[in-house]
């Protein structure tokens, strides 16, 4: 059996959740006081999941860097991989939001894309 | 002198939202001046995931927000003038602007609307000892840096001060490389959101440690150590709890101000409270005419409250330009007390105003298990649970134009946290 806690985020009441495993599968969840609580323990702790956000150079833009980020969630262990496919990228103006930057980032099956538009200088 | 309906002042997501609306509503002749090379405002710097989360049920970053706004205001041919700085605006609303193309130029509008957003409160005023040396920077500062200019301030980093533009910035350096040794807060508890806390320093395993605070900075030039300590309830340093951190970079994340020095030189009144302008319903500051929204009015939580309160700034502008309004209507002064620390509006007039109207405010303290009471000189008009209420988290009332119509002779409306 291990335990690990948690702070729900779904809510400022930020529950403190005691979450309890036996392997990979979870035995109990304390501490939550709704259920949003429970579905978030359960989800935290066997398949944590974030929106990985950072910015690439472009050139000829109007700016020099533009807002990125991954169209969909990735596995949070792959947060720095992800950032790491970035370095030395640069685009080139004109970007529209939506655009991909990177296709299947370090094979997540997401793409990054841009979050910004820039128009040509 | 050349003239508009109704100038808007500042081009963050409160000037654009306001145009939007007022021109839905029938102004035509609008114009926003910016002083910033593009629309958006600070949402420009604002590049993580999170925005919009009410209003488009999304979680856009800064930028795709903004970029809906400035789509719509596109879409409607409203006028804008980019690299504009506005200077002073009088009381007759005469309004002085500058920029390189066409040197000093003055407009007059029937209308002002207010929405230069806020500031972050600097260095000075939070009285560190020590010398200046260089790497030491505004949260807000650095996020601008690293985010749009692509400069990385330093390697190693205390920030001081757990507001969101802290923890956001606690994770965009870590994801660039540098190490964020601790975050300090002089509060026992954060100003920032727990989904913050959570995913820009616990996924991290960056320290937050609350009641704590920095008590000095070495380095001549370049910063080389900060320490911190832990203070007591009276906020004072506790001897013999001093951490010596070695680092590069101080980030200060200790809050933001409204930016009202054109509002003060034209003659609005401030709250010292919200350092931002008091209003009534309609948003209209004590001069006729001038509306205020978003950060300028008081530092909100999230963007999509600054969207809505802007929409209504536009609304109730377009309805004073088209209509004028009755000079003299009978106001309502809203008071808060118990832990309420202001509201806006502050006044109410129950003839003119809204169907409805949303009243936003910040409690002092943390608070748990307890209740949000208004009331209607002494009668108790709603009372509703909150199972906690922070000071970084913008709380709300709704009061209802036929609710106040039966209390004619009401002298005043009372908001405070009760006990549950
Ligand atoms: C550094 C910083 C970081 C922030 N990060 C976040 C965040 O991560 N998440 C979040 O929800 N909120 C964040 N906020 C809060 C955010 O600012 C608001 O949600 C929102 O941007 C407020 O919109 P606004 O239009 O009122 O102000 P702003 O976005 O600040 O826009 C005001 C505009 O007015 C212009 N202006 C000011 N004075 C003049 C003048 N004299 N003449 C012409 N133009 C002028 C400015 O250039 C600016 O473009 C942040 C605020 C700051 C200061
Ligand atoms: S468990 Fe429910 S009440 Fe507790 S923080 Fe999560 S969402 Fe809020």
């Known amino acids: 059996m291990e335990i690990r806690e948690l702070t729900c985020i779904n809510c400022p009441l930020g529950c403190q959740l005691k979450v309890t495993m036996e392997g990979k599968e979870v035995v109990s969840v304390e501490g939550n006081t709704c259920r949003r609580g429970d579905t978030y323990a359960r989800k935290e702790v066997t398949n944590p999941t974030r929106i990985v956000t950072s910015t690439v150079k472009v050139s000829g833009g109007k700016v020099p860097m533009i807002n990125v980020k991954t169209q969909n969630d990735v596995p949070k262990d792959k947060i720095f991989e992800c950032v790491r496919a970035l370095k030395g990228v640069t685009i080139q103006a004109p970007v529209r939001i939506g655009d991909v930057v990177v296709a299947n980032v370090a094979g997540t099956g997401v793409n990054i894309v841009a979050a910004g538009n820039v128009d040509a200088a | ?420």
């Open chain 2, 1 to 420: 002198m050349e003239s508009y309906d109704l100038i808007i002042i500042g081009g963050g997501p409160a000037g654009l939202a306001a145009a939007v609306a007022a021109r839905d509503n029938g102004i035509e002749s609008i114009l926003i001046l910016e002083r910033d090379k593009d629309l958006g405002g600070i949402l420009n710097q604002c590049i993580h995931n999170g925005f919009g989360l009410h209003t488009f049920k999304e979680e856009l970053t800064g930028p795709e927000y903004a970029a809906r706004f400035i789509a719509q205001v596109k879409e409607r041919g409203i006028e804008y003038k980019l690299n504009t700085m506005v200077m002073d605006i009088s009381s007759d609303k005469v309004v002085t602007a500058m920029n390189r193309q066409e040197g000093m130029i003055m407009l007059q509008a029937k209308a002002v609307i207010l929405a230069m957003g806020c500031r972050e409160r600097s260095r000075g005023a939070l009285n560190i000892p020590g010398y200046r040396p260089a790497g030491i920077y505004s949260a807000g500062t650095a996020q601008r840096l690293v985010n749009m200019e692509g400069f990385m301030p330093g390697r190693e980093v205390v920030i001081l001060g757990s507001g969101d533009i802290g923890l956001i910035m606690a994770r965009r350096m870590t994801l660039e490389g540098a190490k964020v040794k601790v975050v300090a807060e002089l509060m026992p508890y954060s100003g920032g959101l727990k989904r913050n806390i959570v995913q820009c320093l616990d996924d991290f395993g960056i320290p937050l440690k609350l009641s704590h605070t920095v008590i000095d900075i070495e380095g001549k030039n370049r910063v080389e150590a900060v320490t911190i300590a832990e203070v007591g309830p009276d906020r004072k340093p506790i001897p013999g709890t001093e951490e010596r951190y070695t680092c590069d970079t101080l980030l200060l994340s200790c809050g933001l101000i409204p930016e009202n020095e054109l509002s003060r030189s034209a003659g609005v009144e401030i709250s010292p409270i919200t350092s931002g302008p008091v209003v009534n319903d309609s948003l209209e500051t004590n001069i006729q005419g001038v509306f205020a929204c978003g950060n300028v009015l008081h530092v909100h939580d999230l963007v999509d409250y600054v969207s809505q309160e802007a929409s209504a700034a536009g609304r109730n502008a377009a309805d004073y330009i088209l209509h004028g309004h009755g000079e003299n209507a009978k106001q309502v002064e809203i008071l808060p007390q118990g832990g309420v620390r202001y509201t806006v509006p502050k006044y109410v007039r129950p003839e003119e105003m809204e169907d409805s109207l949303t009243v936003r405010f910040r409690v002092g303290d943390v608070y748990k298990n307890c209740a949000i009471a208004t009331y209607f000189d002494d009668q108790l008009i709603s009372r509703r649970k909150r199972p906690v209420m922070a000071p970084g988290e913008m709380e709300q009332v709704v009061l209802q134009k036929a609710k106040l119509a039966e209390y004619p002779d009401m002298k005043h409306i009372t908001i405070k946290i009760e006990e549950a």
